[in-house]
Structures are given as C-alpha cells and as structure tokens.
C-alpha cells in the first residue's frame, strides 16, 4: 500500500516536472520526484543510496537548476514540439511495453547469499570505479568553469595588468 | 490479492522511463531537457536498486546506483552550463534556434 503510493506520487511528480510551464516549478517538482525516490530507496533497503540521493539529488541538483534559470531567465516556452505528438506517444508507448516485457523474466526467488558490505564493494572490488568517478568529477568542474567564465576584454586585461 | 512492492517498484520504473523519454521528445526548451534526463536517469538507479532488492545482492547495487548518481549530476551541471551559454549566445533557450549547426 506505502509502496503504491510513493511509486504514485514519483510518478505524479515526474508528470508535473514535464508539463509544467514554467521552468522553475518543473525544478522544484524534479525535487520531489528525487524527494519521493529516496524514500523509496529507503524502503527497499538501500540506506546509503538513499542519503546520497537526497543530499545530492535534491540539494545540489535543485540548487543547480535554480542557478540557471535565474541566469538564464524564466521563459514560458509554448512553441510546437518537434516530433508529432502522435509519433511521440507511439513511441513511448512502445518503449514502456518493451520495458516491462524484459523486466517481468527477472522475477525469480532470490536465493539467499553471504554478501559483502557496500563500503566493501565501493572500496575494494571497485575501486578502479572511484578513480574514475574523482577524475569526472574534475573533468566536470573544469569544463563548467571553462564554459561560465568570462572572456577578459582587452582593455580591462590591459588596465590589470597596468595595475599590478 | 496484494501486489508484489517489487512488481510495483517495476511497474513504476517502466513508467517513470516513459514519462522522461516524452520529455525528450516533446520539450525544446534546453533546461526542460535536462529536467527529462534527470527523470530517465531516475528510473534506471531506481530500476538498479530494485532489481539488488530482488535478487538479494542490495550492496552491490547500491555501489552502482552511487556511481550513476554522481555521474548524472556532473552531467547535469555540465549540460546547465551549456545551456546557460546558449542562452547568451542566441538570445534564446529554444533547442530549435541552434540552427547554425543544421547547416
């Protein structure tokens, strides 16, 4: 019952974020759907997923988006979409009946095995992972400043450098 | 008859990817696009977490549903700086008006 109505209001959320017309709203309500997933998580077992989920899905990526819309501004776009809408809905249609076609197999009894900790996998089995992770990360960083930065005109780098 | 949570959990996976591949499809403005592939990413940590639920192995899908995560937020804030910029360039956030690299 607790489960149908989290998985409904993921859901719920996911359908407002997309039609909602303007973009800051459709921010917040991605904050829900990560708010509502955590919880899930949650429920399912997966604590530190969920921690890491709600800290970083609803904190920095809701903090993100609300820094680029207020740079970017706040526009109502009601333009045609460019694929019919018909196309699209077949599409997605088909995409949700093959989804659920290949998770159904999946459903088999789970055998009970000794399993180790996450900090043990995370750390251990895939380290290699988390070298690649901090190295993204980095890469991330580095392009996000090269794209934001500003480019200094000549006259200002000139009146720098006859300061110093 | 009560349902299965982890039929539930799928079901709502296979939705969830539907809801986010219609906002790829139908949305132009480029934050709204990040905005659908946050969804999408979404449905596959949670279809990750579930599928660890269901065969019993919850650690080492979370060692890869962490990954995911980090992964999607630096594509997020990278795909937002880009748009950002576009929006400088163009005037505009519509991905439509990106006609110089149509031609």
Known sequence: MLFGLVVAGIILCAVLAITANRLLASAIWLAGVSALSAILFYMLGAREVAVIELSIGVGLVTVLFVFAISIAGDEAMNAKPLVPRILGMVLVLSLVVLLGWMAVPGFRTADPTTELTSTDILWEVRGMDLIVQVSLIFAGVLSVLGLLSEKILPARAAEKGGRS | ?103
């Open chain 2, 1 to 103: 008859m009560i349902l299965d949570p982890l039929i539930l959990v799928t079901a709502g996976v296979c939705l969830l990817a539907g809801v986010g591949l219609y906002g790829l499809l139908a949305s132009r403005n480029l934050i709204k696009l990040i905005v659908a592939m946050q969804i999408l990413t979404k449905a596959a940590v949670l279809a990750l977490v579930a599928a660890g639920a269901a065969s019993g192995r919850i650690n080492l899908s979370q060692s890869l549903a962490i990954t995911v995560i980090v992964v999607d937020t630096v594509v997020a804030a990278v795909g937002l700086a880009l748009g950002v910029q576009v929006r400088k360039r163009f005037g505009s956030l519509d991905a439509a008006n990106l006609a110089s690299l149509r031609r």
